[in-house]
């Protein structure tokens, strides 16, 4: 705590066996994991849900990991658009991935959701399934080196108080709340990038545009700069553009007028939204991409966002929130019930498995070589379907050998597609 931060006179001290920090998907589903299983937990979140936030195309792997924490008739019902699978557009080449037809068991459909209503929805799941979350209370200092933690909490009606727990997980995303106050942010390893999004009201005629697929477009001369598509129902679409933020900015004009020039500048995406209107503000967010020193300590870990964040090409970060959040509930469960837990071996080490899984991914993506594995000529229906699990976001599933051992055999693919 800062001496700017110290309050004056002693604060109101309450007591919980588990605190969460943030109610977005990772804390929601940690929150709801872990009142199952019968330990007390608080959710203290700093905005009042509904909430903007980034993050839209989910991953089939996702459904699995809702449907533990009891929360997929919720979602079900809350009217999102179904999604099966990725298209790939670049320089007029086209190619798709139908996640039904995968190598790993599992779902194989999900949703691309409008967050501020899929956060509400996991968050109120978690409440009906009896966890406390209290909104626009913000964790602003934390004293981690006792023995049972103590936070500062400051309520946006003024009051401030602390909570004492056994354990806490950090589910700030990019609040990033322990890295910040413990120094524990590291660099990320990739080049800062940007994103200019908003949402359109497409007006997509196309008969052929497939709505129940994200569509990433490719800049026709420059591959590591990237287009979304999400579509949303009643002719709305999530439009994004990544790119370095070099390359933003030495683009004229304001947002809109930048976003308009990338999409005239492809012109498959420029026919397809001929008659697209866009009636939001344009907004922008950069350097996303995070590391940390550690995702755990003594008593606390670091879930989703508020870990390691990769990129969002593969549409992974929610996904690897909900991974986060079943691993540490499970690790943390254990712990309650007085079993010793090793939290690198039962926690940090297998998130990281399939978050460099995807790291693989991702680089290759950047620096071209995916892209080449994808819009090859000659696809072999069995590895189609192996990189389809990756797609889908079975990234932790060990008898996939791209996923096992993504850096060899990704490399030898690679290899392969390269020659002409
Ligand atoms: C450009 C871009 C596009 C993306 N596209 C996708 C995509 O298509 N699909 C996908 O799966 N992912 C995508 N992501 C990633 C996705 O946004 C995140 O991975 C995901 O939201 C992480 O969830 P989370 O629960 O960790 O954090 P969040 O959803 O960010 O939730 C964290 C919560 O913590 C709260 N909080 C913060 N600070 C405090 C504090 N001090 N006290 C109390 N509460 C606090 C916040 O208010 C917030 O509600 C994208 C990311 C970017 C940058």
Same mark, same amino acid.
């Given at each position: 705590?800062?001496?700017?931060?110290?309050?004056?006179?002693?604060?109101?001290?309450?007591?919980?066996r588990?605190?969460?920090?943030?109610?977005?998907?990772?804390?929601a589903?940690?929150?709801?994991? /872990?009142?199952?299983?019968?330990?007390? &937990?608080?959710? /203290?979140?700093?905005?009042?849900?509904?909430?903007f936030?980034?993050?839209?195309? /989910?991953?089939?792997?996702?459904?699995?990991?809702?449907?533990q924490?009891?929360?997929?008739?919720?979602?079900?019902?809350a009217?999102?658009? =179904?999604?099966?699978g990725?298209?790939?557009?670049?320089?007029?080449? *086209?190619?798709d991935?139908?996640?039904?037809?995968?190598?790993?068991?599992?779902?194989?459909?999900?949703?691309?959701?409008?967050?501020?209503?899929?956060?509400q929805?996991?968050?109120?799941?978690? $409440?009906?399934?009896?966890?406390?979350i209290?909104?626009?209370?913000?964790?602003?200092?934390?004293?981690?080196? +006792?023995?049972?933690? /103590?936070?500062? %909490?400051?309520?946006?009606?003024?009051?401030? *108080?602390?909570?004492? $727990?056994?354990? %806490?997980?950090?589910? @700030?995303?990019?609040? +990033?709340?322990?890295?910040?106050l413990?120094?524990?942010?590291?660099p990320?390893?990739?080049?800062?990038?940007?994103?200019?999004f908003?949402?359109?009201?497409?007006?997509i005629?196309?008969?052929?545009?497939? !709505?129940?697929?994200i569509?990433?477009?490719v800049?026709?001369?420059?591959?590591?700069?990237?287009y979304?598509?999400?579509?949303?129902?009643n002719?709305?679409?999530?439009?994004?553009?990544?790119?370095?933020?070099?390359?933003?900015?030495?683009?004229?004009?304001?947002?809109?007028?930048?976003?308009?020039?990338?999409?005239?500048?492809e012109?498959?995406?420029?026919?397809?939204?001929?008659?697209? !209107?866009?009636?939001?503000? &344009?907004?922008?967010?950069?350097? *996303?991409?995070a590391?940390?020193?550690t995702?755990?300590?003594?008593?606390f870990?670091l879930?989703?966002?508020?870990?390691?964040?990769?990129?969002?090409?593969?549409?992974?970060?929610?996904?690897i929130?909900?991974?986060?959040?079943?691993?540490?509930a499970?690790?943390?469960?254990?712990?309650? +019930?007085?079993?010793?837990?090793?939290?690198q071996?039962?926690?940090?080490?297998?998130?990281? !498995?399939?978050?460099?899984?995807? +790291? %693989?991914?991702?680089?290759?993506? =950047?620096?071209?070589?995916?892209?080449?594995?994808?819009f090859?000529?000659?696809?072999?229906?069995?590895i189609? !379907?192996? &990189?389809? @699990?990756?797609?889908?976001?079975?990234?932790w599933?060990?008898?996939?050998?791209?996923?096992?051992?993504a850096?060899?055999?990704? $490399?030898?693919l690679?290899?392969?597609?390269?020659?002409?």
């Open positions: 705590m800062t001496a700017d931060q110290t309050p004056a006179a002693p604060l109101p001290v309450e007591s919980t588990v605190l969460i920090i943030g109610a977005g998907p990772a804390g589903v940690a929150a709801a994991l /872990l009142n199952q299983r019968g330990h007390q &937990v608080l959710v /203290l979140e700093r905005q009042q849900f509904p909430r936030s980034i993050g839209e195309s /989910l991953l089939p792997q996702s459904m699995a990991f809702l449907e924490a009891g929360m997929v008739e919720a979602v079900a019902a009217g999102f658009q =179904y999604k099966d990725a298209a790939f557009r670049r320089n007029g080449q *086209y190619t991935f139908d996640f039904t037809d995968k190598f790993s068991a599992g779902p194989g459909t999900t949703y691309q959701v409008q967050r501020a209503r899929f956060d929805v996991l968050a109120d799941e978690a $409440a009906r399934q009896g966890v406390e209290r909104y626009q209370h913000s964790i602003i200092a934390a004293d981690m080196a +006792r023995p049972r933690p /103590l936070l500062t %909490v400051a309520a946006d009606d003024g009051r401030c *108080y602390q909570v004492e $727990a056994e354990f %806490v997980l950090d589910a @700030s995303g990019f609040g +990033r709340v322990l890295p910040r413990l120094d524990l942010e590291t990320s390893g990739f080049p800062t990038r940007q994103s200019i908003t949402h359109i009201e497409d007006g005629s196309d008969p052929a545009y497939d !709505r129940n697929k569509l990433i477009s800049h026709p001369e420059r591959p590591d700069v990237w979304w598509l999400i579509p949303f129902p002719g709305i679409c999530s439009l994004g553009v990544v790119a370095e933020a070099s390359f933003f900015a030495a683009l004229d004009g304001d947002n809109e007028a930048k976003l308009r020039a990338l999409i005239g500048a012109p498959d995406l420029a026919r397809l939204l001929a008659n697209a !209107r866009l009636p939001n503000p &344009v907004n922008t967010i950069h350097g *996303y991409a590391n940390v020193k995702l755990c300590g003594d008593n870990a879930l989703g966002n508020a870990g390691e964040f990769l990129d969002p090409v593969f549409s992974s970060g929610v996904t929130a909900l991974k986060s959040a079943t691993l540490a499970a690790a943390l469960d254990r712990q309650l +019930r007085g079993e010793v837990v090793d939290w071996a039962d926690y940090a080490r297998p998130l990281k !498995r399939g978050v460099d899984t995807f +790291r %693989v991914y991702v680089e290759a993506w =950047y620096d071209g070589r995916f892209q080449q594995v994808i090859h000529p000659e696809q072999q229906p069995a189609k !379907r192996m &990189v389809c @699990s990756i797609l889908a976001g079975y990234a599933d060990e008898s996939n050998p791209y996923a096992a051992d850096p060899r055999r990704f $490399a030898v690679a290899e392969l597609c390269a020659q002409p």
